[in-house]
């Protein structure tokens, strides 16, 4: 079976269908200056995906419905039964495909079917009950980002490989009491932390509190606030190990991840957004098919690690895939202003494609309240990026109905 398909500038509605169909031949039909940038990209993603599909395709620079549809009917003569995917593209294109199903319908085994991306199952577009399925296509990040001509650089996942949410339990709930207050105190924890021994097997640190404080600005004030956050990290569970004699400390985190998450003050936003979206399963089984953490990404897909060549580079917090649609997540358990918006959609559409969802978390945003904020409300509504004001409040039922509402 031949899928035929009108090339869009959009990659996934070039490569979605046969994804889903897994036919012996795809065929696009398009401008061949665009053709020939493209298809080297998708035959490298149907071999990484396992896919013994051809790859073919069919130039035209013809721009009225006759000529095109004469070049369909050859398509079809050759290369029958096919389906017309007609899940975007050129108008001419799919007007033409049209025209060559109703003149060749009788004669020749044809239909015409669309996507729907939201299930990852072609439609009946024809009306004939009859729809060529398979299953639904799903995409990793790596593959997603690639496929729009980037790179990943690297990702920051792996403390969280193993771990559930409710391992940030004993951290969350110091942080949902106070925001602000958690971003200073673990400003100051690192500052002391920078100065101590540590173990890396064993997350395990030790200092001398009068050596670690010297040269410190606030250092008593300083001091004070890190033995208070270390008792209180100690008594939720998150230290395994606390001994404070005298003037020296020595402590050990229960685990790499909790270390993680208290090594700048938004990594224990990032990770729980992580966790939270692994572990949504609305109907038993996990939504997302992958995630990553701290995706850093280059535009154009060539990394130079020469500091003499200029790339164009992009961190995103969290990217997760549902099926073959990405959800870009910015997290800020802080300030936020309007170039993060800027920053979130630009990428999301660069990197993502034209289908990509957009998130920005912030655990204590009160933008009703003010101009400003009403205007960045807007502006999020305008990017078609969904915000979540104070994901702080949130619990695991709060969390679902978060993904829930952006992918309904």
């Not at 969280?160 to 958690?182: I, Q, V, Y």
């Not at 021994?197 to 001091?223: H, I, Q, Y």
């Amino acid at each position: 079976m031949t899928l035929i398909e009108s090339f869009d500038r959009s990659p996934l509605q070039n490569i979605a269908g046969c994804l889903a169909i897994r036919p012996d031949t795809l065929i696009l039909v398009g401008k061949k200056a665009e053709l020939d940038k493209s298809a080297a990209h998708y035959r490298a993603l149907l071999e990484k995906k396992g896919l013994k599909t051809a790859l073919l395709t069919a130039p035209t620079e013809a721009e009225n419905v006759e000529q095109v549809a004469q070049l369909l009917e050859q398509l079809v003569k050759k290369h029958s039964p096919c389906i017309f995917d007609i899940f975007g593209g050129n108008e001419v294109v799919l007007t033409a495909a049209g025209v060559v199903y109703q003149k060749m319908k009788g004669d020749y085994p044809i239909s015409l079917q669309q996507m729907d991306l939201q299930r990852g199952l072609p439609l009946d577009a024809d009306g004939d009950g009859m729809v060529r399925q398979g299953a639904a296509p799903q995409l990793t990040v790596k593959e997603t980002i690639e496929l729009n001509g980037g790179a990943i650089i690297s990702e920051k996942s792996d403390a969280a490989e193993g771990f559930a949410a409710a391992e940030l339990n004993p951290l969350w709930s110091m942080m949902k009491k106070d925001p602000n207050r958690w971003n200073k105190a673990v400003g100051i924890l690192n500052e002391f932390e920078k100065r101590a021994g540590r173990d890396r097997s064993t997350e395990e640190f030790k200092l001398e509190l009068g050596a670690a404080a010297a040269g410190m600005s606030n250092a008593e004030e300083k001091r004070k606030t890190y033995l208070g956050l270390l008792e209180k990290l100690y008594l939720r569970g998150a230290l395994s190990m606390l001994q404070m004699d005298g003037n020296r400390v020595r402590y050990r985190y229960k685990n790499k991840l909790l270390r993680r998450c208290t090594k700048t003050a938004g990594n224990l936003l990032e990770y729980k957004t992580l966790l939270e979206a692994r572990e949504y399963a609305p109907q038993g089984e996990p939504f997302f098919n992958d995630s990553l953490l701290g995706v850093m990404m280059d535009w154009d897909g060539v990394v130079h690690w020469e500091r003499s060549k200029f790339d164009t580079k992009n961190e995103i917090d969290v990217i997760a895939m549902h099926g073959v649609v990405p959800l870009f997540i910015s997290c800020k358990n802080g300030a936020v202003d309007e170039e993060e918006l800027y920053k979130l959609h630009t990428v999301a559409a660069t990197l993502g494609g034209e289908f990509a969802k957009k998130l920005l978390i912030t655990t204590d945003f009160d933008g009703d309240h003010t101009a400003s904020g009403r205007a960045f409300l807007r502006r999020a509504e305008d990017m078609g990026i969904y915000l979540e004001p104070h994901a702080a409040q949130l619990d695991q039922a709060g969390w679902a109905q978060l993904f829930e509402r952006i992918f309904s």
